[in-house]
């Protein structure tokens, strides 16, 4: 068993975590000192795969306000913390 609790990523398997910002500031010198426009974006397109995915915001399900879910170890919130915290006092 290989006990790999974390979802890896083509990029960070090839480089590991410090390979990515290298391979991160090795395209953005690749895109200023690129003149070609076709060229640029598809760095800079490749640049942003490297960025981390922004916050996932979910829907509550019972209020039906979006909200950045807290992961308590593999379990996912589907309820925001107000209605949480609502169900807690009653
Ligand atoms: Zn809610």
Same mark, same amino acid.
């Given at each position: 068993?290989?006990?790999?609790?974390?979802?890896?990523?083509?990029?960070?398997?090839?480089?590991?975590?410090?390979?990515? $910002?290298?391979? &991160?500031? @090795?395209?953005?010198?690749?895109? /200023?000192?690129e003149d070609?426009? =076709?060229?640029?974006? $598809?760095?800079? &397109?490749? @640049?942003?795969?490297?960025?981390? /995915?922004?916050?996932?915001?979910? =829907?509550?399900?019972?209020?039906?306000?979006?909200?950045?879910?807290?992961?308590?170890?593999?379990?996912?919130?589907?309820?925001?913390?107000?209605?949480?915290q609502k169900?807690?006092?009653?």
């Amino acid at each position: 068993m290989g006990g790999d609790g974390k979802p890896s990523s083509v990029f960070s398997k090839v480089f590991g975590t410090d390979g990515l $910002e290298l391979a &991160k500031s @090795l395209l953005t010198k690749a895109s /200023k000192a690129e003149d070609d426009s =076709e060229i640029k974006a $598809e760095i800079e &397109k490749r @640049l942003k795969m490297l960025e981390p /995915k922004p916050a996932v915001q979910v =829907e509550c399900r019972v209020c039906g306000s979006s909200f950045e879910p807290k992961s308590r170890g593999r379990l996912k919130a589907k309820v925001c913390q107000e209605c949480i915290q609502k169900k807690d006092q009653r």
